[in-house]
């Protein structure tokens, strides 16, 4: 049987409501109805430093939840937490090593064509628009 290999990169401060946190407890339940079929391992990110390296893991992930903050302006985009830190394509570009099926970044602005190649190392990568 082929497991689901899943993981979830919280980036979001800690006085923020926690997306990775909510994905996290979902997932232990579906790891009671067919605990053979999936598992996740979350960290909750706090630095620039923390998330590069779990972007360079050479580990193969079916998935790979990126919960941040985004921006993007004329010149770049960029995925970080919001306040203290951010990083940008160029910087997951040199660092990843992430190989998954699915990257998704639920960072707004984050659908721009820079970060899609940041990640190229993964058959397809999500992220929304506003």
């Known amino acids: 049987m082929t497991s689901r290999r899943i993981l979830i990169l919280d980036c979001t401060p800690t006085y923020e ?3 990775g946190q909510l994905l ?3 997932f232990k ?3 009671l ?4 079929k999936a598992s996740s391992l979350y960290y909750k990110i ?8 779990k ?18 302006d ?3 985009v960029i995925i970080g937490n919001g306040s203290s830190w951010k990083v940008t394509p160029d910087e997951i570009r040199v660092f ?14 984050n659908n721009r064509r820079a970060m899609a190649a940041a990640f190229e190392g993964s058959d397809y990568f999500l992220a929304p628009n506003t």
């Open 33 to 36: 109805k067919k605990p053979e």
């Open 96 to 109: 990843s090593h992430l190989r998954a099926k699915l990257v998704f970044a639920n960072a707004c602005l």
């Open 17 to 19: 409501p926690s997306e």
């Open 55 to 72: 972007l360079g893991s050479p580990k193969k992930w079916d998935i790979v939840h990126i919960s941040a903050h985004g921006l993007a």
């Open 46 to 53: 706090t630095s620039k430093r923390a998330f590069l390296n």
């Open 74 to 76: 004329r010149q770049d």
């Open 24 to 26: 996290k407890h979902f």
């Open 29 to 31: 339940i579906c790891q």
